[in-house]
């Protein structure tokens, strides 16, 4: 049987590979350091559905310049990549158009509506339904201004029906006693769960792909031999070649290089993000948090608290930039005044950004046994399990439970 290839060993890939196979497949898992080291290290471990609506959206556009005139702003950019950017920019105006915005929200709920159902087959099938938290998640508002201008959040929830909560400053502080007063307002998302350590599901979940069978192969990917048929083999920055019956190409922000050398660009670019481990907090919290005013995050996972948030446009290769990290504790200890900051880890990792925000998964429009699945932004490990469901559907000639015409990786 030729081998199914996955590039890619963060959650998205290392999922892709083991519900293919599980399904039978033979199928050889490639990356350049090991399951888990990239983006999916260090998510902000959130099981979000309630959060898949376009970043284009007007809401959005409205705070924009006065996010990026702020140096400490939730979105940095990078003067010396701003040439490289325009490209995705111009998608990303495209994006914001009403007749757009609709089909694109449309897109993502259908993904967000079906998360559970997947990712409980998925952990069930595994072992690893303890790692899923019963809590859900916290958007926080100090008043009535900020609540109002996350209203088409909520008009959108509405729209789609999933679930929220509307709560006042002494529902808030029952819940999270270590929450400042100067919140009066919050959203309770009881479905925005949380993964106890995203590195270590995907650890887990590799280690359940091998049980099965599956191998891994390190390596980076710096070339493809291809006839009439497709893709035939990988070539191996060591020199090595692996001969491939099928390739899915699930790299994260990285995917996009390789796109390139098949001929086939797909607009990605990388959201920079950034977290701060704080393993001694001195204080626990039970549900995770946002105040999307201060655009942050904190989640009690990987045996501590973790703070992130932020965009920095800046590619992939730049070094990091860990005043982002700074920024958002100094932020983070607003919302949770008696946070220590001690024993503590930064890390900076790259969130694959689509300028319309939904995801590519499907067949290349120009190879023939070659798959994408990319693109999925902060959603990564929101859509890890779902997406592995529907790219396993494809490549196995069955029909998926929805329409995959919205993340075809030839919309653009």
Known sequence: MSSIVVVGAGIIGTAIAYELQRRGQSVVLVDKTGPGQGASYGNMASIAVTEFMPASRPGIWAQMPKWLLDPEGPVRIRPSYLPRLIPWFLRFLDASRPSKLRALEAAGAALCARVYEDLDDLLKTTGLQDMLSREGCLSVYADEAEFHADRDHVEILDRFGFRYEILGGDAIRHLEPALTTKISKALLFPDNRSISDPYKLVLK?????????????????????????????????????????????????????????????????????????????????????????????????????????????????????YRRSKVLVKRAREALPHLKVENTTEWMGHRPAMPDTVPVMGPSAKRKNVWYATGHGHLGLTYGATTARLMADLITGVTPPIDMKPYRVDRF
């Not at 359940?208 to 191998?215: A, D, P, R």
């Not at 990988?234 to 994260?252: F, I, M, N, P």
């Not at 993000?273 to 995770?288: E, F, K, V």
């Open 205 to 321: 979940l590799f280690e359940k792909f091998q049980e099965l069978g599956g191998v891994i192969q390190q390596g980076e990917v710096v070339g493809f031999d291809h006839d009439n048929s497709g893709v035939t083999a990988l070539r191996l920055a060591d020199g090595r070649r692996l001969e491939a019956g099928s390739v899915v190409l699930a790299a994260g922000a990285f995917t996009a290089r390789l796109s390139a050398m098949l001929q086939e660009p797909i607009p990605l670019e990388t959201e920079r993000g950034y977290h701060t481990q704080i393993m001694a907090p001195g204080l626990s919290i039970r549900h995770s948090m946002i105040w999307p005013a201060r655009a942050f995050m904190v989640t009690p996972t990987a045996g501590g608290i973790r703070v992130g948030g932020t965009v920095e446009m800046a590619g992939l290769d730049a070094a990091p930039d």
